[in-house]
């Protein structure tokens, strides 16, 4: 006879489980699946009581103790680390350059990189817009634009929405002043201010940056994102498709060529050009 423990539950008449859903077919999957020769358990003589497997013994566990770690078993630490964050960057370090590079954990920064762009803001102000042509209710952009947070004076003139870039904090990042024109195309980086006086005229696709990367290792050169703001004074103009690079000073009544890519500041009243741009000739002031 087969001393062989039973491996199956019983029933309390000693009778083996069988039917559909029943321990014993779970058992037989379980074996069938994984190659194990299966035991019938043992038929219970009249009168014998049904016998249980005991449990199976727990390596590293004896007399009920507790179970000892395996040297491969990877500590409570190691489980964590993906969770945990990271080291404080220095004050000096690029990436401490922006109040919203803090240390963030491994999923968390992910989830920013991934959803930073997200503005739900300025998307409701891109559907609200979307079937107005271009050139066509430029003051009535201006007013979406207030209503969504950003700061624009009196009379000011969008012939299309310009696009922006930035951080959570992007509609207090824009302040633009009174009757000023912007044409089609143009660009915001948010990342810093930028400040816009009166009177201001922007070309189509004129770009104004606010962030770039700090000069690297070589493994890398474009390190962490530094921010600085741009201010372009009153009166100013701005060609199409020039570049304003982060920490410019426009001064006022200054003129800016197509094309031109300015990366140092412009005296007021001057004309620049080229690429980089340089001081072409200083503009009469006309008086009255």
Known sequence: MNSQRPIGPLDPFGRIQTHRGSGHYRQFLIHSCTRVPMTLPTPLRPGEAPRFPRPRAIPGRANGGSVAPSADAP???????????????????????????????????????????????????RIMLWPLPMNVGGRLRAVAMKLAGFRIGYGTIFAQLPAFTGDGTLYGQLRIGGLCWFNVGCFFDLGAPITIGHNVSFGQQVMVLTSSHAIGPAGRRAAGLVYKPVTIGNGAWLGARCTILPGVSIGDGAIVAAGAIVHQDVPANALVAGVPARIVRSLRVATR
Do not use: I, K, N, Y
């Not at 969770?83 to 491994?106: C, E, I, K, N, Q």
């Open 75 to 125: 500590s409570l630490d190691d489980l964590m680390a993906p969770f945990s964050p990271r080291a404080t960057p220095d004050a000096g370090t690029a990436d401490a350059a922006h109040p919203l590079d803090r240390p963030r954990g491994r999923m968390g920064r992910v989830l920013h990189e991934e959803f930073q762009g997200f503005h739900l803001r300025l998307l409701l102000l």
